[in-house]
């Protein structure tokens, strides 16, 4: 069975058609499944494996949470954007750190929040929140 750290079993699905491809390998053998939605492909392979571990009499492995991970040219996008997403979201954070951090010290000098809205292209109520907020710069 391919298991990344013998902690979750790892299923390949690819698209077909209308369909999901689903393939798991158990006992170095590959099984295939198919759903048409990711949900059901999910599900698919769950029972699929659950099948399996009653046939090789290997309870432990129905117990083991399946992995479905997208195969080929749209895996690798998929994967792409994953990972520009939680890039943005790290930024975001960055961002909003240092626009605190920026909003408290303006406020710290007296600069008005009409002045300070201007000057960061938000609007007086989003300075207002951002100076209300507990977020650790």
């Known amino acids: 069975q391919k298991m990344g750290n013998n902690k979750e079993i790892q299923a390949r699905a690819v698209r077909d058609g209308k369909w999901w491809e689903v393939f798991v390998e158990i006992e170095g053998k ?56 939680a890039a943005a979201a790290q930024i975001a954070a960055r961002l909003k750190r240092t626009q605190k951090g920026l909003v408290d010290s303006m406020r710290a000098e007296g600069i008005k929040v009409a002045d300070i809205a201007q000057l960061l292209g938000i609007t007086k109520g989003r300075v207002s929140q951002i100076s209300r907020s507990w977020i650790s710069v």
Do not use: C, F, N, Y
């Not at 990711?38 to 659950?50: C, I, N």
């Not at 479905?68 to 749209?74: A, N, Q, W």
């Not at 690798?76 to 954007?81: C, D, H, P, S």
């Open 30 to 85: 590959e099984h295939a499944t198919q759903g048409k939605t990711l949900k059901e492909a999910q599900s698919m392979a769950e029972d699929l494996v659950r099948i399996w571990a009653e046939v090789l009499e290997r309870p432990e492995l129905s117990k083991l949470p399946v992995k479905l991970t997208i195969d080929g040219k749209l895996g690798e996008e998929v994967a792409g954007i994953q990972e520009s997403q």
